[in-house]
C-alpha cells in the first residue's frame, strides 16, 4: 500500500498544474533548438499532408514559393509573439487583458477555445481513419483511443510534450521516409505540375491559415518556458526565429509529401499507402499516427490554457483545475472527430484565419506602440477597476472589423489584396492600423502621465 501511495504520489507531481499563473522561474529552461524541435514536431501532424491536397492544382513550384513568401510575411509577428513569453511569462490570452479587456479577453479565450478544439478533432480524425484502415477496424474506437492517449500525454504539461518531441522525432522522420520511398518505389516521384491559374492571395491564405499564423498567438503559450530575456541581455535572433522556422520547415516537407502523393495515387494522406505494404509498412502508418500527437498536443494543450483565461476572468485560479479541463476538452474534441469535422476541413480552416490573424495584429499593435513590452506579469490578474478596464472597446472594435474584412473583404476591397496579397493579413494589417488609430488619445494621456495602469500600463 505504501508503494501504491508513493508511485501516485510521483505521478501527480509531474502533472502540470500552472495554469494561467505566471510560470516560476525554475522551470523557464527551454532553449531554441528545444523550442524549434516542439514546434516542428507539432507542425509535422498526419494531417499536414492535406495542404498538398488544398493546393495541388497549383504544382510543386508555386507551393514552395507561396510557403516561403507567407514565411516571410508571418516571420515578425510569430518572432515578437515568441519572444512576448520570454519577456513576460504568461500565455497570450492572459497578456490579452491588457489589448482587449477583461471581458474582450474573456469571450476571445472562449472563441479559441473552440477553435482549438477544432483542430484537435479534425487531427484526431486523420490518425483515427489511418489506424482503422491498416487494421481493418471501428473508426468510433480508433478516435477514442487516439484521443484518450492525447489527453493523458497532455495532462504532463510542457516538460513532459518537450521531452516526448525529443525522443519520437527520429520515429517520424523515418517512418514519413519510409512512406515515400515506397511511393517512389511503386508509383514513381512526378513533380505535380500547375494546372490552374496562380491565385497566390488564395494560396497564401491558406498556408498561413493552416500553419503560421494560426499558431502565432499560441507561441507564447511554449516560450513562456524558455530562459528569460534578461538572462540572454534581451532579445536573441535564435529565440526569435525558431518557432517560425520549425512551423514552415514542417509544412514544406510534410506539403511535398501530400502533393506527390496526390499526384501518384490521387490521395493526400500518404499514410494510407501503409495497408497495401506487408509488415513494416503497417508499422510505418502506426509511427506516422504517433505523429498526430505531435500535433494535437499543441492543439489541446493550448485550448486547455485558453479555456482556464476565461474561467480566471470570473474565478480564481485553482491548482487542479488544468488536468481537469484537459480530460472535459479532450474528450469535446473526440466527439468532433466523431462527427466528422475532417469533412469541414477547408471551411474551417479559412475561418479560423479570418478570426485569429486579425485578434494577432492588434495585440501585437498594442504590445508593441501601447503597452511597451513594459507591463509586469502581475498588472495581468489585478482585477479590473472599472468599464474600461473590462473591454478595451478600440481593440475589440479593431479586431471585429478584421474579421469582417477578412469575410467579405473580396465584396470591397480592391483585386489586389485578396488575389496577390492574402486578405485576412490585410485584414489584420488593416486592424491594427485602426487599433492604433483608436488608441491614440490614451496612448498619449499614457506618455504625458509617465503610465496609467486604466489604460494600458506603461510602466517605466
Given amino acids: 500500500m505504501t508503494e501504491r501511495r508513493g508511485w501516485s504520489d510521483r505521478v501527480g507531481a509531474e502533472l502540470e498544474t500552472v495554469g494561467v499563473l505566471p510560470v516560476p522561474d525554475d522551470q523557464r529552461v527551454m532553449r531554441p533548438w528545444r523550442m524549434f524541435l516542439v514546434w516542428l514536431m507539432a507542425a509535422s501532424s498526419a494531417t499536414t499532408p492535406l495542404i498538398g491536397q488544398l493546393l495541388f492544382d497549383y504544382g510543386l513550384t508555386n507551393f514552395v514559393i507561396a510557403c516561403l513568401v507567407a514565411w516571410l510575411i508571418a516571420l515578425i509577428p510569430a518572432g515578437l509573439f515568441s519572444e512576448m513569453g520570454r519577456e513576460v511569462p504568461l500565455s497570450g490570452l492572459v497578456v490579452a487583458r491588457g489589448t482587449f479587456g477583461w471581458h474582450g479577453a474573456f469571450g476571445f479565450s472562449a472563441l479559441f477555445t473552440v477553435v482549438n478544439l477544432g483542430w484537435f478533432g479534425l487531427n484526431t480524425a486523420v490518425g483515427a481513419v489511418i489506424l482503422a484502415a491498416i487494421t481493418n477496424s471501428s473508426l468510433l474506437l480508433w478516435n477514442i483511443v487516439v484521443g484518450g492517449v492525447q ?75 524558455a530562459v528569460p530575456a534578461e538572462r540572454t541581455g534581451g532579445q536573441r535572433p535564435s529565440y526569435f526565429l525558431a518557432p517560425s522556422a520549425g512551423i514552415m520547415l514542417a509544412l514544406i516537407g510534410m506539403g511535398v509529401v501530400g502533393l506527390y502523393s496526390q499526384a501518384a495515387t490521387g490521395e493526400w494522406n500518404v499514410a494510407l499507402l501503409a495497408k ?7 508499422v510505418a502508418a502506426v509511427g506516422v499516427a504517433v505523429a498526430v500527437l505531435h500535433t494535437n498536443a499543441m492543439n489541446l494543450y493550448p485550448a486547455m490554457v485558453d479555456l482556464l483565461v476565461a474561467m480566471n476572468t470570473v474565478r480564481e485560479p485553482r491548482r487542479w483545475e488544468q488536468p481537469v479541463a484537459t480530460v472535459v476538452l479532450g474528450v469535446c474534441g473526440v466527439l468532433l472527430a466523431v462527427a466528422g469535422i475532417l ?11 479570418n478570426v485569429v490573424i486579425p485578434f494577432t495584429f492588434v495585440m501585437l499593435a498594442d504590445w508593441l506602440f501601447v503597452a511597451r513590452r513594459r507591463t509586469p506579469a502581475g498588472e495581468f490578474f489585478r482585477p479590473p477597476a472599472n468599464w474600461r478596464e473590462r473591454w ?19 465584396d470591397f476591397l480592391p483585386r489586389f489584396s485578396y488575389e496577390i496579397a492574402p486578405l485576412p493579413v490585410v485584414a489584420g494589417l488593416i486592424s491594427a492600423a485602426l487599433f ?4 491614440w488619445p490614451r496612448v498619449r494621456a499614457a506618455g504625458g502621465s509617465g503610465g496609467d495602469r486604466a489604460v494600458g500600463a506603461v510602466v517605466e
Fill in 151 to 225: 489527453i493523458v500525454l497532455v495532462l504532463f504539461g510542457m516538460k513532459w510534450l518537450e521531452r516526448f518531441y525529443r525522443y519520437t522525432a527520429l520515429l517520424m522522420i523515418v517512418c514519413y521516409g519510409a512512406l515515400f520511398v515506397y511511393l517512389g518505389m511503386r508509383y514513381g516521384l512526378v513533380a505535380p505540375a500547375q494546372t490552374k491559374a496562380m491565385d497566390w492571395g488564395g494560396a497564401m491564405t491558406i498556408i498561413l491559415s493552416f500553419s503560421i499564423l494560426s499558431w502565432t498567438y499560441k507561441l507564447s503559450t511554449v516560450s513562456r518556458f
Fill in 276 to 282: 497495401d505494404i506487408p509488415g513494416w509498412g503497417i
Fill in 436 to 439: 492604433v488609430l483608436l488608441a
Fill in 392 to 410: 478595451r472597446l478600440d481593440a475589440v472594435v479593431a479586431a471585429v472589423v478584421g474579421a469582417l474584412i477578412g469575410f467579405f473583404g473580396q
Fill in 343 to 353: 469533412q469541414n476541413a477547408e471551411a474551417f480552416l479559412v475561418a479560423c484565419g
